[in-house]
């Protein structure tokens, strides 16, 4: 049967392989006097071997079907406005993305009125950038345009 | 005992100061208010307020990250007592029959029972955690690479054994920590590992971005799509004061969640979680009334509480005296003392006396602030939940993305943490762990480190894991905890973490 821990082994197995297969560039010296690709190596077979073990006790595990996902849309959302954040902070500087990423949550997101969209985006533009870059002296990223 | 009276009394010339005093208060509040919102737990708290401690002296930033943890510990109560929302995990226990008084109107005493057994628990832990962290860290001397080594080994398979459900699934989780703590420049040898052209990796992946994304931005990714606000209730002051037969029900429960929590503070895992669940089932194994609980006993409130609030202070004993940390909140601790140039260690407190001991004083004071601030102001703290979700969730993402961000003014960082965000948002639908993550992170180095150093020593001889009796000792114990942990895989029994969950469960309907 197909379940969330065999999905999650495979997955985890798929990974120490592929660990193991870049380790091959580096040295990977001997028992006696590991080398850089040493641990990384041992550790993606220890990983590998407690995938399998996940995958061969997994069957009395909860079955992936049973998994809720309702909150899919939202999550993707989020996902996507991080990385833009991400893409855009360096940029187009701090206060702009944050600005774009509020809107973009507040109003395509949330579905919020225009007037509460725009108050909280530009209070938490400008705001925190105040209370950060200004009175806590942290060093926030400013874009072409001085945002 | 003199000499330890004088360093008390220099902890609290430095504890007293009026900057650390107010900062002390500051992560005091800012700790609180980490603890009454739901899914901003202490360990996303430290790591995305870290930035903000940059233009702080070290002393003055650490007792500020300290005061945000315990106060997160104090915060979870409230929320999890008036609205059955636990703040934080650690305050899932306080849930079943604190939100069981407030329905038979006894609120304001299950706050005020919560509040002074973490007073009191906090406070007698500090004393605990005073008297042991020096000698361990005069035992510790002795420790070479093959020690750390063993105890790093220890301290990972204690975690996996302690995070509750399967072990297996724990190590996994390690490992897989462990691997991303390979990331970057080999010290030993100048290799760059897995760095795919990208020079922000020379120095690994960090901890805070990591532990902001599992924590901070999965819990959002988990939470989204809540409508409404749930529905707020606030206790009157003059409510608070419980009955003389709470007190009294309450006295022996605030006793052993004391003890219990300060040991397995001390014992790495999630300290903070697992002592709440412990403390929940001894006490109701030793009630009169068992079938009191999850009806609103007080002692169910009295005994989690003071338990994970110890087990804050316990988790700072090999902290402080080792350098290793015992779970992922003392991780990002240690991380956060390392940005400020400490090197937590036994040598930490012969060498920077001040701090060490200036932090132990601002955390009696720390906790007298707690309960002075957490009563009275409980009504103003709970109406941060009136806030909408919709525009909640948006807030905590800003704060993750500068926080993340300011740490190392990397783009890079920010990568890291919605990567780890999705990890970690689908690791906890599939019901893994994501703090053996954190943890193995940052052993990785130190492991790896002491190991390769051992194996310099021996001249590649694996004997000298066995030859040296403290080394012995840790990996016989860990090799113990393997076999037990596996044990039930092939008999199909149930050992006795699995009991206690069972325990804990029908409560929670």
């Known amino acids: ?147 | 005992m003199v000499e330890m009276f004088q360093n008390l009394y220099l902890g609290f010339s430095v504890a007293l100061r009026p900057d650390v005093l107010l900062y002390a208060f500051a992560g005091c509040i800012i700790g609180t208010l980490v603890g009454v919102l739901p899914g901003v737990g202490p360990l996303a708290g430290i790591s995305l307020l870290l930035p903000a401690t940059f233009g702080l002296d070290a002393t003055t930033a650490v007792v500020m990250l300290a005061g945000i943890y315990y106060g997160a510990m104090y915060g979870g109560s409230t929320t999890s007592i008036l609205m059955r929302i636990p703040g934080e995990a650690a305050s899932v226990m306080t849930c079943i029959d604190g939100y069981a008084m407030t329905r038979k109107g006894r609120a304001g005493p299950a706050l005020a029972i919560a509040a002074v057994g973490s007073y009191l628990a906090g406070t007698v832990s500090v004393v605990a955690l005073m008297f042991l962290a020096p000698p361990l860290a005069a035992f510790a001397l002795r420790f070479g690479p093959p020690e750390y080594s063993a105890l790093l080994v220890l301290g990972l398979l204690v975690l996996a054994y302690m995070s509750g459900g399967s072990m297996i699934k724990g190590l996994a989780m390690a490992a897989l920590g462990l691997l991303l703590g390979m990331i970057g420049i080999d010290p030993m040898t100048g290799y760059s590992r897995f760095h795919y052209g990208l020079v922000e990796l020379g120095d690994g992946i960090g901890i805070v971005p990591v532990a902001v994304g599992l924590f901070g931005v999965s819990e959002i990714l988990l939470t989204a799509g809540q409508p409404t606000p749930p529905k707020v209730i606030k206790p009157k002051i003059r409510e608070l004061l419980p009955s003389r037969e709470e007190w009294r029900d309450s006295a022996w429960p605030i006793g052993r969640g004391t003890i219990l929590g300060f040991v397995i503070g001390i014992i790495p895992g999630s300290a903070h979680i697992i002592s709440s669940f412990v403390s929940y089932a001894i006490e109701r194994r030793l009630s009169k009334h068992p079938e009191r609980f999850g009806q609103g006993a007080v002692a169910g409130v009295a005994g989690p509480e003071s338990a994970n609030n110890s087990a804050t202070s316990g988790a700072f004993v090999p902290m402080l005296a080792l350098g290793v940390p015992s779970g992922p909140i003392p991780a990002v601790m240690l991380a956060a003392m390392m940005v400020h140039g400490i090197s937590p260690g036994p040598l930490l407190i012969s060498q920077q006396p001040d701090l060490f001991w200036g932090f132990i004083a601002s955390m009696y004071v720390g906790n007298l602030v707690l309960l002075i601030l957490n009563l009275p102001l409980v009504g103003i703290f709970v109406n941060l939940l009136r806030v909408p979700y919709p525009l909640l969730y948006p807030s905590i993402l800003v704060f993750c993305i500068l926080g993340v961000y300011a740490v190392n003014s990397s783009v890079i960082d920010v990568w890291i943490m919605a990567i780890t965000g999705l990890m970690g948002y689908v690791l906890r639908k599939l019901e893994f762990e994501t703090a053996p993550i954190v943890l193995g992170l940052v052993l990785a180095p130190m492991l790896e480190m002491s190991l390769r150093q051992s194996l310099a020593m021996s001249s590649g001889d694996y004997a000298i894991f066995v030859n040296r009796p403290i080394t012995a000792t840790m990996l016989s114990i860990a090799l113990v905890l393997l076999v037990l942990s596996l044990k039930p895989l092939f008999t199909g029994k149930v050992d006795w973490r699995g009991s206690l969950s069972q325990q804990a469960q029908p409560g929670e309907e």
């Open chain 1, 1 to 147: 049967m197909l379940t969330c821990d065999r999905i999650a082994g495979a997955f985890l197995a798929l990974f120490a392989l592929g660990v193991i297969i870049e380790s091959r560039a580096l040295p990977l010296g001997t028992l006696w006097e590991p080398g850089p690709a040493y641990m990384p190596v041992f550790l993606a077979l220890a990983l590998f071997l407690l995938a399998a073990l996940i995958m061969i006790f997994g069957g009395a595990g909860k079955p992936l079907g049973e998994l809720s996902w309702k909150e899919w849309p939202h999550a993707v959302a989020i996902l996507c406005a991080s990385l833009f954040a991400a893409l855009a902070l360096e940029r187009l500087g701090y206060r702009l993305t944050i600005l774009l990423t509020c809107l973009f949550l507040l109003k395509a997101v949330e579905r919020k009125s225009w007037t509460l969209t725009a108050i909280f985006a530009l209070a938490m533009a400008f705001g925190s950038f105040f209370l950060f870059y200004t009175i806590l002296r942290v060093p926030l990223p400013r874009g072409p345009m001085g945002f």
